[in-house]
């Protein structure tokens, strides 16, 4: 079997194992397309494509959008409620088919001028390049998704979505039965009101509006049914009582109180779970349940008593108007490493200054566990602060930043430049006669923003002091705060 026969091709690979494995359980790779080279366009269109969606009846945005929907609904003696699931969508999404839909989409937003200068021609020929550029590497082989959008892009969902309303739209208006009464879709998971006696003929007719989507459909348990997080219930008089839904193997385990974590996180922790409980459920019962539940939970996890007095305190200041105009006076915000009792004190001095600060963990559980990514060669890392030293014993150093990959900085650093002046290294490797590997150099950080890269490159050569960097050398000058011992 050739890879031609899979949704993922295979570019210059003898190899088509791990792609036809891929192809064999019916999902696609889930690739990361961050500093990919077709990124910064796919957010781009993103961010114009972004308002054609939730543009129907049918869609919707979260839970709580689920619930206003559907609380007052009542159903009859004939009818049923059932959900139909999109098979792989991103992947079984055509692309050309996609883009004609884009196309269409854009071609009739009167607002498209308000948010850029690009025609629909120009956008859809963007959009063309993100969908069908879809490298990725796996176990050394080079391998690209032919079929359908890929998972990673920022592009993709949206694009999805459109595919879907268009979908949906002819699927509802070609029923020659009696067609839901409501359709409700998130992404590629719809909750359907529809008669008994249409159900299986309706079932059919999605299933036949289009050959690359294929729905399969989940009937009503016991009277309870689960769609976004909500339980829907229904109740002996035929109406629909929410309540919120965990799978059978959820464990009620979250962030331990004790764990290095900012107070905050904590805090926000019980707040995000306390407004699901205020919000999903329909009955005051089933609300006062939801909250006893929790925090059953929380406390099983360390969470004391006070810290739910704690926030509910907070929520109420939160919804003070005045806060909300003092914060958008304030600077943007900067994010730097949590480290318990200094990270605190850091944040008051910047805030005499109305500079906001947020935390972020240091080291985490899947920075440790998680890596599904192969890793890059040392040679062809980029974005670094790096430091040169010689093979010989010599204890001349050098520390330089670069965007390229290190291989090619490296190959720059051992030649002459015929522009401008030559590196402090090459002078040094030819007058000393020495020499250095690229295995040899060491990354002494990564930083992918071009001023933060230059900062830290500053910070690096004041701390080492290397012989070999000439003075003015460097793209950003310290303040002489850094001078103080």
Same mark, same amino acid.
């Given at each position: 079997m050739k890879g031609r026969h899979c949704r993922w091709g295979i570019d210059g690979v003898a190899d088509p194992l791990p792609c036809l494995a891929i192809a064999k359980q019916g999902r696609g790779p889930i690739v990361s397309s961050i500093n990919s080279v077709t990124y910064n366009i796919a957010k781009l269109v993103a961010n114009i494509l972004a308002p054609l969606v939730g543009n129907t009846p049918h869609h919707v945005r979260n839970s709580l959008d689920f619930v206003n929907k559907i609380k007052?609904?009542?159903m009859a003696q004939d009818e049923t409620m059932v959900s139909y699931d999109v098979t792989s969508l991103f992947t079984c999404i055509p692309t050309m088919e996609a883009v004609e839909t884009v196309r269409h989409h854009l071609k009739q937003d009167h607002t498209l001028l308000d948010r850029t200068k690009l025609k629909p021609d120009q956008i859809c020929q963007l959009l063309d390049l993100c969908l069908t550029t879809t490298y *990725?590497? *796996?176990n050394g082989n080079f391998y690209r998704q032919k079929h359908g959008c890929a998972m990673g892009s920022p592009v993709s969902p949206i694009v999805a979505n459109l595919y879907m309303e268009m979908v949906e739209r002819k699927a509802l208006n070609s029923f020659k039965g009696a067609p839901p009464s409501h359709w409700f879709r998130?992404?590629?998971?719809?909750?359907?009101?529809? @008669?008994?006696?249409?159900?299986q003929a309706f079932t059919q007719h999605i299933n036949s509006v289009d050959k690359n989507i294929n729905f399969t459909r989940e009937d009503v348990k016991? $009277? %309870?049914?689960?769609?976004?997080?909500?339980?829907? &219930?229904?109740?002996?008089?035929?109406?629909?009582?929410?309540?919120?839904?965990?799978k059978p193997t959820h464990t009620d385990q979250y962030l331990l109180f004790d764990s290095h974590h900012p107070l905050?996180? @904590?805090?926000?922790?019980?707040?995000?779970?306390? %407004?699901?409980?205020?919000?999903i459920p329909t009955s005051t019962r089933a609300e006062a349940e939801e909250h006893k &539940?929790?925090?059953?939970?929380?406390?099983?996890?360390?969470?004391?008593?006070?810290? *739910?007095?704690?926030?509910?305190?907070?929520?109420? @200041?939160?919804?003070?108007t005045?806060?909300?105009?003092?914060?958008?006076? @304030?600077?943007?915000?900067?994010?730097?490493?949590?480290?318990?009792?200094?990270?605190?004190?850091?944040?008051?001095?910047? $805030?005499k200054h109305q500079i906001p600060v947020c935390f972020k963990p240091g080291n985490t559980l899947r920075q440790k566990l998680v890596h599904p990514k192969d890793k890059t060669p040392h040679n062809q890392k980029s974005n670094l602060i790096y430091a040169v030293k010689c093979s010989e014993e010599c204890n001349d150093l050098y520390i330089g930043e670069t965007k390229q990959p290190l291989n090619k900085r490296m190959a720059q650093h051992r030649r002459a430049n015929s522009s401008g002046p030559v590196s402090a290294v090459y002078s040094h490797l030819k007058e000393k006669a020495h020499s250095f590997e690229d295995s040899n150099v060491k990354i002494l950080d990564r930083e992918d923003r071009w001023f933060e890269r230059g900062v830290k490159e500053a910070i690096y050569v004041k701390v080492?002091?290397?012989?070999? $960097?000439?003075?003015?050398?460097?793209r950003h000058h310290l303040s002489p705060i850094y001078n103080v011992a």
């Open positions: 007052d609904l009542k *990725f590497q *796996f998130y992404v590629d998971d719809t909750w359907v009101k529809i @008669k008994t006696q249409d159900l016991d $009277n %309870h049914f689960p769609f976004v997080d909500c339980d829907v &219930h229904l109740a002996e008089d035929r109406s629909l009582h929410i309540g919120v839904y965990r905050e996180h @904590k805090m926000g922790v019980i707040r995000t779970l306390q %407004h699901r409980a205020d919000n &539940h929790l925090k059953g939970a929380l406390k099983t996890c360390g969470y004391p008593s006070w810290t *739910f007095g704690k926030t509910t305190t907070r929520s109420r @200041k939160n919804t003070n005045e806060d909300a105009e003092k914060m958008k006076d @304030k600077r943007r915000n900067i994010v730097i490493p949590y480290v318990s009792g200094v990270s605190e004190k850091l944040r008051r001095i910047f $805030n080492e002091r290397p012989s070999l $960097n000439r003075g003015g050398g460097l």
